[in-house]
């Protein structure tokens, strides 16, 4: 059975209350469906070397690929924030090219939800075709 996009968005909210956060106090929680209707959650994880932390989305797909799942239909992410938070720019190219255009699903602290696909925020994105077609002309 599928997952629908509210049961995506109440798992990415549960995800959140692990948040390590300790310095920017940004909680953020994800949760990943594959297209099986398996759900991979993540927190963010912040380190005292804010360059080492790593956030939700990254963590939610790196446990998917890390347990043989390789391809998704949408992740949704919830925050703290009254307004919409999107997605940093890692995290926007590690989706792209790990999870392709998938539906990009917005919560806010309202529970409120905004649906966009990947590749409206990451137009031009960088990935394994952009390799293929440099090999081509040598």
Do not use: W
Not at 8 to 17: D, E, G, I, M, S
Not at 57 to 86: C, L, N, Q, W, Y
Not at 102 to 110: E, R, S
Request: one cysteine or more; glycine letters at 6%; charged letters at 20%.
């Amino acid at each position: 059975m599928s997952k629908t996009y509210a049961e995506l968005a109440r798992a990415a909210q549960k995800a959140k209350t692990f948040a390590h956060a300790p310095y920017s106090k940004f909680r953020v929680g994800a949760a990943l469906l594959t297209k099986n209707g398996k759900v991979f959650t993540g927190c963010n994880v912040e380190n005292s070397s804010y360059s080492l932390t790593i956030c939700a989305e990254r963590t939610a797909i790196f446990k998917a690929i890390s347990e043989g799942h390789h391809r998704f239909k949408a992740i949704a992410v919830s925050s703290d924030d009254s307004g919409f938070t999107p997605p940093c720019g890692a995290c926007r190219q590690v989706l792209i090219d790990l999870a392709g255009n998938i539906d990009f699903i917005m919560v806010n602290a309202k529970q409120q939800m905004k649906v966009v696909p990947l590749k409206i925020l990451l137009p031009f994105a960088f990935t394994s075709k952009n390799l293929r077609r440099s090999k081509k002309k040598k």
